[in-house]
């Protein structure tokens, strides 16, 4: 899956859903429609492959996306931006940039269960980011959650017994530079409002990478045009359905799920792709996305300890 900008950050869907209002069947559901709608997006981009340069694809992608700003633009137009919120929305744009690149480039590359199990160390990084940037304590469980995701990473790749493609460094620096995104969209989200973090991502993007797929242009037909074309809305699609799940049920319910994502990619892989299915990834996988869990747990539980019920008095 290629994570597209999105109005709730990996960090702010830690915060807990108010009990009253959590509909865990329904956040389940969504997250569900969620993971299909990236596993279109996984195969469109796979079934493009290398006819079209991995930057050209990219920005592909965000300029068919750019219809879907429309409904934005009022909230863009009432927004007061200062000098350095521009300036974090050119940065933010630049990692994201880099993300979108090094995916469609991973993309051509390796096999679409390694893209899918690798692209779970995001929350890791920002995780990360947050303890150096903004001094977020590092405690035990944290500690874990990192070592148990690193190792893994290395289950996946198994540098030393299998060969290691210069697809899977890609997908290595994606997450590193998706995180990075994922943490300056937390950064503005303090500064202004989610349609406006969304839609300045999605219009720094495209321009950014407008050189580097002019550099690299070739003449696409319609099948790839039609394929790019599905990838933007279903990427959409899915950041919605997403947010939608993020509102209905906390992530302590809604994160496991994403695993069968990763279920579904194999399978797509081997029916569609002739990809072999591999076991190693498929536990790499699970033992990220369960540290991920496990952590996400361990915060909503803290918070929800330290936060009164919405009817307790408070001084």
Sequence with gaps: MIPTPKATSPAAALAPVPPQAAQPVAGIIWMIVTGL?????????????????????????????????????????AATIDRKTWGLFGIRGLCHSISVVLWFFAMTRIPIADVTALNYLNPIYVMLLAVILLKERLGPWRIGAVGVAFLGTLVIVRPGFREIDIGH??????????????????????????????????????????????????????????????????????????????????????????????????????????????????????????????????????????????DAPTA
């Design 37 to 77: 709608c990236f596993v279109v997006v996984t195969a469109s981009v796979k079934m493009v492959g290398t006819e079209v340069p991995a930057a050209q694809s990219a920005f592909l992608r965000f300029a068919l996306g750019v219809v879907f700003l429309i409904p934005m633009w009022p909230a863009v137009r």
């Design 169 to 310: 460094i890609a997908m290595l620096g994606t997450a590193v530079a998706m995180a990075a995104s994922y943490f300056m969209a937390k950064v503005l989200s303090s500064r202004t409002k989610p349609e406006v973090v969304v839609f300045m991502l999605s219009v720094v993007v495209p321009i950014l990478l407008l050189p580097y797929a002019w550099m690299v242009w070739v003449p696409i037909g319609w099948r790839e045009l039609g394929l790019l074309t599905i990838t933007a809305i279903f990427a959409t699609a899915g950041h919605y359905t997403m947010t939608l799940a993020f509102t209905k049920a906390p992530l302590t319910v809604t994160q496991p799920v994403t695993f069968l994502q990763l279920i579904w990619a194999t399978t797509l892989g081997v029916v569609v792709f002739g990809e072999a299915a591999d076991v190693f990834v498929m536990l790499g996988g699970a033992m990220i996305i369960g540290a991920i869990s496990v952590v996400t747990w361990r915060e909503a539980r803290r918070k929800s300890l330290i936060t009164p019920p919405p």
